[in-house]
């Protein structure tokens, strides 16, 4: 569990994904695009609390059971979804999934905070037909719910082996930054909202 205290918030954010918002795999967790998050807040003066509560290997069934819980503890204004990955790397339901981001969108959005979906692509050896479906899930989702909607975390990151570490599926330190970047214009409308 990760939070950064600021004590003229202006509100939470809630990062609820898996190892690729949990830092798998780095060195410090500070290295994480999370973290980085925090900082660049600070920097721009929005005072923003962040809160990660991202479990590597997490399913969307896994986040779905965690969810009231962790809506309960921290009462995030905003909330950046990013789950789904582990359903499709273990070739689960995606129908499934769909039912679970789609309820965790909900019962979010029943509290009236705002959601972030971050999406995600599969490896192509996954086939066509699934690959295809699963990156449509988030599509539609954030079509359906009127969502913000990150299309891919890992866009300019998953095909540079430069940026990946050894298991080709986790970002390593010089990617997040870069991780963050692809987040920032999708949040930060939402948080100047605010103001």
Do not use: C
């Not at 009231?68 to 995030?76: E, F, I, N, Q, V």
């Amino acid at each position: 569990m990760l939070s950064f205290a600021s004590a003229a918030s202006a509100g939470t954010i809630l990062v609820y994904g898996d190892s690729l918002s949990a830092g798998h795999g780095l060195a410090d967790v500070a290295q994480g695009w999370v973290h980085l998050l925090q900082q660049r807040l600070q920097r721009q003066r929005l005072p923003y609390t962040v809160v990660n509560d991202s479990i590597s290997g997490e399913t969307s069934a896994g986040g779905l059971e965690r969810l009231d819980g962790a809506l309960d503890r921290y009462h995030p204004n905003i909330m950046v979804l990013e789950l789904g990955a582990n359903d499709g790397l273990r070739g689960l339901s995606l129908d499934v999934m769909k039912h679970n981001l789609g309820t965790m969108v909900m019962r979010a959005k029943a509290r009236r905070i705002k959601v972030v979906l971050v999406g995600m692509f599969l490896p192509p050896n996954y086939g066509e037909a699934y690959t295809k479906r699963f990156h449509d899930i988030y599509l539609e989702l954030a079509r359906d719910e009127r969502l913000s909607l990150v299309p891919f975390l890992l866009q300019g990151v998953a095909l540079d082996p430069q940026l990946m570490q050894e298991d080709g599926l986790h970002p390593n330190a010089a990617a997040q930054p870069k991780l963050l970047d692809t987040v920032w214009p999708v949040l930060e409308p939402l948080l100047r909202s605010r103001h």
